[in-house]
């Protein structure tokens, strides 16, 4: 049955949905990657897809920005669509130089100063776990560039210069704007939920990529989210 959100019905949807921030880089996934597909939501502009990938039925649709945007669209994936895993893909500014740019980071846990984690059961600042299977899968495939650790969900895209340095310090990886929502909403929800990001840019510098760039050429992190997504 559609939503307010998604003009789709149940079965439209895989069990498992990688999901971008940008609706054109689901587009972009299911042009580039499925053997097959089909567009099973354009409503409000947030594109989503059902297809094939190596001979498993995946779908794509974008989160749009935000942690309440990714509350919305999880929510309704999860509960009205039958949905059982969710794998972010995205971007993600780094913290630290250690990580170069176009690496992909995983979320073993994401931590927000968000009150709206609130809503399933966290407090803000309490790390929230990934799935531990989603978690085993993505750490069973090597890969160049890889990295695990805990991702800051903020809700600002300008962010003060000496919390970005505190988050650092901290151990922080990189920030982002959903995971931290897509993880305690799947946990309330008895889901399975995983953010796969490419790093697009240093948040503390500014140094970074174009918007064209993050759109089309995160190949590589794409490729690895959809190599778990088949395995699960």
């Not at 079965?11 to 609706?23: E, R």
């Not at 989603?134 to 903020?154: E, N, V």
Request: aromatic letters at 10%; a negative charge.
């Amino acid at each position: 049955m559609p939503t307010p959100h998604i003009n789709a019905n149940k079965g439209d949807f895989a069990k498992t949905v990688l999901m971008p921030g940008d609706p054109l880089r689901a587009k972009f996934i299911a042009e580039n990657f499925f053997d097959s597909y089909k567009q099973v939501n354009e409503v409000r502009g947030i594109l989503g897809y059902t297809g094939v990938y190596k001979g498993t039925p995946l779908s794509v649709i974008a989160s749009g920005m935000g942690m309440p945007s990714m509350a919305i669209y999880a929510h309704e994936l999860y509960t009205y669509f039958g949905v059982e895993n969710i794998i972010r893909v995205g971007s993600a500014g780094a913290l630290t130089s250690d990580i170069k740019l176009r690496s992909i980071v995983v979320a073993e846990n994401a931590i927000t100063s968000s009150n709206i984690v609130e809503s399933e059961g966290y407090k803000p600042e309490t790390p929230i776990p990934a799935n531990t299977e989603l978690l085993r899968i993505a750490k069973s495939i090597k890969k160049p560039d890889l990295f695990f650790g805990t991702l800051r969900s903020a809700d600002l895209f300008y962010i003060d210069q000496t919390i970005l340095e505190k988050q650092r310090d901290n151990g922080e990886l990189a920030v982002e704007m959903e995971s931290a929502m897509l993880y305690a909403l799947a946990h309330g929800l008895k889901k399975r939920a995983l953010t796969v990001c490419a790093i697009s840019d240093y948040a503390l510098t500014g140094e970074g990529i174009s918007a064209e760039e993050r759109q089309t050429s995160f190949w590589s992190m794409i490729e690895y989210a959809l190599e778990i997504a088949i395995k699960i």
